[in-house]
């Protein structure tokens, strides 16, 4: 998820006997993507002709929060965080809200 919120809630991120919850910060390559659909095992074909696939697929193709990968080698992790949350979730976190005013994609153009 480009957001925080979304993975550290607890059911993605179940805290240990102590409290402790603990997430992966990844830098991930992501490439062409598509809309995603429940209980894909591949993203959609890009090009029928040469049976290739978009590399991933997204939440909402025109401005994307989260993001699924579907081959281990597109993630490499940088960071583990351990952290532990003193407020309750009243609700599962919403996806597709805009980006923070300071995100910055890390991006990379023209790339094939």
């Known amino acids: 998820a480009r957001d925080a919120s979304y993975s550290t809630f607890p059911l993605y991120c179940a805290p240990d006997a102590q409290g402790v919850q603990t997430i992966f910060l990844v830098r991930a390559v992501v490439g062409q993507w598509s809309k995603g659909v429940k209980d894909a095992l591949t993203p959609d074909v890009r090009d029928a ?64």
């Open 49 to 112: 002709a040469r049976n290739i696939l978009y590399d991933c697929t997204v939440d909402n193709v025109r401005d994307p929060s989260i993001f699924v990968t579907y081959h281990d080698a597109q993630a490499y992790p940088e960071y583990m965080i351990k952290f532990s949350q003193t407020t309750q979730h009243t609700g599962h976190p919403k996806a597709g809200l805009p980006a923070h005013r300071l995100y910055r994609p890390n991006l990379v153009e023209g790339i094939e």
